[in-house]
């Protein structure tokens, strides 16, 4: 779980595990090549059109189960939703991509962690 973020980022639900992670799999499982990309948003629809209960951060956790165990193996994602890869330069763009907004998370925690340090109750 992220502090702070409790709510959105516990660990998989009973329900989650075994009603909605089997029908993602089953779903991403299609989506092969950008142009079958699918975003967060429109999961979220689709299944709760289906009558499914889930949220956006809860299809991200989802997501990163999924990932996190290879159960759609070469699963990525961008501004355009998730997909399966079909080369190689696909997954080295994503990599950059993290990379790029590990870098930036990380400039944010240093200026957190400097205004931690210089805080004055005096003020």
Known sequence: MITTFEEQTHPLTEYEQQVLLPIMVNGLKKKIGVQNCITNPQMCKAMKNHGYE?????????????????LVPNL???????????????????VLSLQSRIDAM????????????NFNHDR
């Open 54 to 70: 889930v949220n956006e951060p809860r299809i991200r956790k989802i997501v990163f189960h999924i990932r996190n165990n290879n």
């Open 106 to 117: 990380n400039e944010t925690l240093d200026y957190a962690k400097r205004t931690l340090n």
């Open 76 to 94: 990525i994602a961008s501004s355009k939703g998730y997909w399966i890869a079909t080369d190689k330069k696909e997954i080295e763009t994503w």
